[in-house]
């Protein structure tokens, strides 16, 4: 709260300063074919609503800049001969930065001579052409827009219909019922590692994430039946891109976040030549924990385990070359905490008051990307990266006479190598190919051991060696007119440590009813190697060696049936319903006993509960209904509401049909923002936003009360598993915000104040067991958080 004052108070002093004339700003950027990424020389680009009517003609590199622009809210129609024209809303003009786009227009099938093909607004266009069904792209203004988003990704698609993180503790994805596992991480079109600060080996999800927002683009988030060219999925795909830097200016952004943290981020040009399009550029940002740093002021942050993270983010592109284009792209986080059982509640969340435990992790990724235009529809892209991650994590416990005793060393770490190159062909309007092959090296550096009840150390996972996912796949457009699309795939895949191999068809149609209404239609088999928590684990034989039981695991495949219907109304209004229905096969259970245990109830903590002798014969199915209404920003206000009905079951290798631990059954999001505008010129703006989510609980596996007291710890009654539902999840989250655009120079000034559960309804996160008082008791969530984000560029 002090920190809150203070901010309060410098900010509001600027008001004082707001001066009468009207600072204006550039917006520039490039025009390209959304099929060969190829420059549009000649492409109008016009800034609807000003006066005199703002606008630029792109030049042979397909750049665009249109100066002297006020600060303010506007709307982008650009339009080219023998294209579908585009309009883009909602593009914010401030007075520190730069705007900057990238924009893609598609070719007309059907060709009027010197015409240009009218378009239609269509934000929810994805940036991969290919994606056309169960897709939706994002932009870092909606991650800092919505209310208790914390400038965090993960948390954004949350409020799409079908996705659930009703988890205050992590940012885990759940969609449409599936484990976290299931998701896919990319960034800059190669996998990568779970890109979270605390994260653990085998897991997709953690407490804060270690991507940052300000550098990200416009990127893709799918949800099923996604194009050929993604693999080892069976959930959905993050599809992450950098954006690049100011290739003609210096620019600086300061921020201070609550749980992203304290940043700084510079970007500029490499080199000032003459040809705009041949200019590098580079964008760099570094990030530290707020309440750590609170922590060193004096400042009572209300916790004594200290969440210390910092990350270091860098993009770097080195310019046109005469055999293509380069960048250099990277991240770097460190985190860790200390949890000291006595100075802990019986409500932590993530620790026990009868241990102290010590969490370390590590992020490292680097990558060079190449792109080189072949001809004018023909571009060949490579991405060479490397990555190094992982977390090691020691436990000392209470031991009868002996205060502590260390009990538990897991180190876990993973370096990577990984190759992608794909060839991107337009024959012509109607047709265009993509065949690429990715290669994924992982070498593996795994110590985990426990303490028996003899003292003595027992390794339960160890391995030192490699493994390598090889994967090939080719995927094609065809368009008979401008009102049918068909996309067709296959994706293959091979794991050299068993010799497991999956062929997987991809199909997707899109049919064009009427102008404004979309029906779509999709299927995908989708397959995925095992987390290597799992295919690792290790078990102890009678004669004392160690023996990988599960290293034989197949690939989890899962089929995508889904269905969907889109409607436009007028350029401010969307609505789509989406119906799927998925079949999982091929679910680690076990083998070697009838019981309840599945794969598909892993992935969201920070550990694996791992059965020896596991086998690919469990199932699963999820089928829903999702709904999305949506009022794209305009005039001065927006809203979204999605809502998701859904059923998610499994078996055993029982037999029996039951809940998995991630079928909710409901999912509700609104949201609501007004944007009120002040000052002479209105370059001001006061900003209101909303959000209420309710979904149902979580299914749980009650805990045996006899069984736990009679072992002196928490023992759950499986034969019941996942049959109790919690009560359901409730949060409103109200978020007040103003920017302040200089009158007197190129400078903006941002505060928010999000005010997250404003209820303070209590959720819970788990019921536990209380081996003093021999009953249950349940752990909350975070009720009401206040948190804060105060930004300036310039």
């Known amino acids: 709260m002090k920190i809150i004052r203070l901010l309060l108070t410098f900010t509001a002093l600027s008001f004082f300063n707001l001066a009468q004339a009207q600072i204006t700003q550039i917006l520039r950027g490039t025009v390209i074919d959304k099929q060969s990424e190829s420059p549009l020389v000649g492409a109008a680009v016009v800034v609807e609503g000003t006066n005199p009517i703002l606008g630029s003609i792109t030049d042979e590199n397909g750049i665009f800049v249109i100066k002297n622009v006020p600060t303010g809210r506007y709307q982008l129609k650009i339009s080219f001969i023998g294209y579908n024209a585009t309009t883009l809303p909602n593009i914010v003009v401030n007075a520190g930065k730069e705007t900057v786009l990238n924009i893609s227009l598609e070719e007309a099938v059907t060709k009027l001579d010197a015409v240009v093909i009218s378009g239609k607004v269509d934000k929810t266009q994805t940036m991969n052409e290919l994606a056309t069904i169960s897709a939706r792209q994002f932009n870092v203004e909606e991650v800092q827009r919505y209310s208790g988003g914390r400038n965090d990704v993960s948390r954004l698609v949350a409020n799409f219909a079908g996705v659930a993180t009703n988890n205050d503790s992590r940012n885990d994805i759940v969609i449409r019922g599936n484990s976290p596992t299931g998701v896919l991480w990319r960034l800059e079109g190669v996998p990568i590692p779970n890109p979270n600060h605390f994260s653990t080996l085998g897991t997709t999800g953690g407490p804060v994430s270690a991507l940052n927002p300000n550098m990200i683009r416009n990127s893709d988030f799918l949800t099923s039946a996604f194009p050929s060219e993604y693999g080892n999925a069976t959930a959905g795909v993050f599809d992450i891109g950098f954006r690049n830097g100011n290739k003609d200016k210096f620019e600086f952004t300061a921020q201070l976040a609550a749980f992203s943290g304290l940043e700084a981020m510079v970007e500029g040009p490499l080199s000032k030549k003459n040809n705009a399009g041949q200019n590098g550029s580079f964008v760099v940002s570094y990030r530290h924990s707020f309440v750590e740093l609170a922590n060193l002021a004096g400042i009572n942050v209300g916790t004594t385990a200290l969440p210390r993270y910092k990350d270091l983010t860098f993009n770097v592109d080195l310019g046109q070359t005469k055999i293509g284009k380069f960048s250099l792209f990277g991240i770097g986080g460190l985190s860790n905490i200390d949890f000291i059982g006595a100075d802990l509640s019986e409500n932590d969340l993530f620790a026990d008051q009868s241990e102290d435990s010590y969490a370390d992790s590590k992020l490292g990724i680097i990558g060079l990307r190449h792109n080189i235009i072949v001809d004018k529809n023909t571009y060949v ?89 090889s994967e090939l796949y080719s995927q094609a457009q065809y368009k008979p007119s401008d009102r049918l699309t068909f996309n067709a795939g296959i994706h293959t895949q091979y794991l050299d440590i068993n010799q497991n191999y999956a062929i997987e068809p991809r199909l997707g149609i899109n049919y064009y009813v009427r102008p404004n209404q979309t029906l779509s239609i999709g299927y995908g088999l989708h397959s995925q190697m095992q987390p290597l928590p799992v295919m690792l684990d290790e078990e102890r034989l009678a004669d004392g060696t160690l023996s990988k039981s599960n290293m034989s695991l ?22 789509k319903i989406e119906t799927y229905y998925q079949i999982l096969r091929g679910v680690p259970v076990e083998g070697r006993r009838s019981n309840a245990y599945s794969m598909l109830n892993q992935g969201a903590d920070f550990g694996f509960v791992v059965p020896s002798g596991l086998v690919n014969e469990g199932t699963g199915r999820n089928v829903g209904l999702e709904m999305t209404v949506e009022k794209f920003f305009s005039a001065g206000w927006y809203s979204l509401v999605t809502a998701s009905l859904f059923d998610s079951q499994y078996k055993g290798s029982d037999g029996i049909e039951r809940n998995t631990a991630f079928n909710s059954n409901y999912i509700l999001n609104i949201l609501a923002g007004k944007e009120f505008k002040f000052g002479k010129n209105k370059q001001n703006k006061f900003t209101l936003d909303t959000k209420l989510t309710t979904a149902g609980g979580r299914y749980q596996t009650p805990i045996d009360l006899v069984a736990s007291k009679a072992r002196g710890e928490e023992v759950y009654d499986n034969t019941k598993a996942y049959s109790e539902q919690q009560t359901p999840y409730f949060r409103w989250d109200v978020k007040l915000g103003y920017t302040l655009n200089s009158s007197k120079r190129q400078f903006t000034q941002q505060f928010f104040l999000d005010f997250q559960n404003v209820t303070n309804h209590k959720n819970i996160f788990q019921e536990r067991y209380s081996v003093a008082q021999n009953k249950t008791y349940k752990v909350y969530q975070i009720g009401f958080f206040p948190d804060i984000m105060w930004r300036v560029q310039f």
């Open 554 to 575: 197949d690939f989890t495949q899962s089929h995508h049936f889904v269905m969907g219907y889109d409607v436009k109304i007028g350029s401010d209004w969307h609505g």
């Open 381 to 469: 892209r490579t991405v060479l990266s490397a990555s190094h991650s992982g977390n090691t994590f020691n436990v000392y416990k209470d031991k009868g006479a002996i205060l502590k005793q260390h009990n538990l060393d897991i180190s876990d770490f993973i370096t990577a190598y990984r190759l992608s190159s794909y060839i991107n062909k337009k024959f012509n309007a109607q047709w265009s190919m993509r065949t690429g092959v990715l290669v994924q090296n992982m070498h593996l550096d795994i110590n985990s051991k426990t303490l028996d009840s003899n003292n003595v150390w027992r390794a339960f996972r160890t391995s030192n060696g490699q493994i390598t996912l």
